[in-house]
């Protein structure tokens, strides 16, 4: 059974740095992963996909990279602002594109 | 992307009555929607899959007859939380996407926050 695991649960920074999320998951047989955006009491917004066969996406100030063979996934955020300050939940879908297991979420803050 | 909305924002019911809560794909057409339920600071757990104009497909431990599910439309799915208690007290999440489900892109909601007293 997948499970996915995001640590830490939380995260406080300065306004400036850089930053890495850690997702990781236990079946590297997986179709994608997903990394998303969630603000307090909000849905979710999708931040970067990336598919089994790729290692990274970029999308602005974002990184995300996959390694597969270890079941993990990082979200790097470069040169971190206040509006960064959310909930970030990584999914993976499995190799049957049949289901989507969500992480627990790191809840990041960047203090000004 | 898509725009996916969602009515109410926020309900507050007594226990025992039972709550419907809309999503609706304003600008896509949703072949297949999903409903989540999300306890404070925890993950998204999804409840079920629903296809437009089929049953919906319930994850396990999931009660059917509890949430009723309907899809009736390209653009519409519903929720119904029967005979409402406190544990069903919970931030309900939908999304929408194409045929190809759970491998397409999910346009999300922007949930609704069920308080049962």
């Known amino acids: 059974k997948q499970e996915v695991t995001q640590i830490p649960a939380a995260l406080s920074v300065p306004e400036g740095e850089n930053l890495v999320l850690n997702c990781s998951f236990t079946?590297?047989?997986?179709?994608?992963l997903q990394w998303f955006r969630q603000d307090p009491g909000k849905g979710l917004t999708s931040l970067l996909l990336?598919?089994?066969?790729?290692r990274e996406q970029t999308s602005g100030r974002l990184n995300a990279s996959l390694d597969k063979s270890s079941g993990r996934s990082t979200l790097y955020i470069a040169a971190s602002q206040p509006g960064d300050s959310a909930t970030y939940l990584c999914?993976?879908?499995?190799?049957?594109?049949?289901?989507?297991?969500f992480g627990s979420g790191t809840r990041l803050s960047i203090r000004p | 992307g898509a725009v996916v909305s969602q009515h109410p924002s926020r309900v507050i019911c007594k226990s025992g009555t039972s709550v419907k809560i809309e999503c609706r794909s304003l600008?896509?057409?949703?072949?297949?929607m999903f409903w989540y339920r999300q306890f404070p600071k925890k993950s998204l757990m999804l409840m079920a899959t629903?296809?437009?104009?089929?049953?919906?497909?319930?994850e396990q431990g999931v009660e059917k007859d509890k949430f009723l599910i309907n899809h009736a439309s390209l653009t519409l799915s519903t929720l119904t939380v029967t005979s409402a208690h406190p544990e069903d007290s919970s931030f309900y999440i939908c999304?929408?996407?194409?045929?190809?489900?759970?491998?397409?892109?999910?346009?999300f909601g922007p949930g609704t926050r069920l308080t049962v007293l």
């Open positions: 600008d896509f057409q949703a072949t297949t």
């Open positions: 999914a993976v879908i499995d190799s049957s594109a049949s289901k989507i297991i």
């Open positions: 079946d590297s047989a997986i179709y994608n």
């Open positions: 629903s296809n437009e104009g089929s049953k919906a497909t319930y």
């Open positions: 999304s929408a996407a194409g045929a190809a489900g759970v491998a397409d892109t999910q346009y």
């Open positions: 990336i598919q089994s066969s790729q």
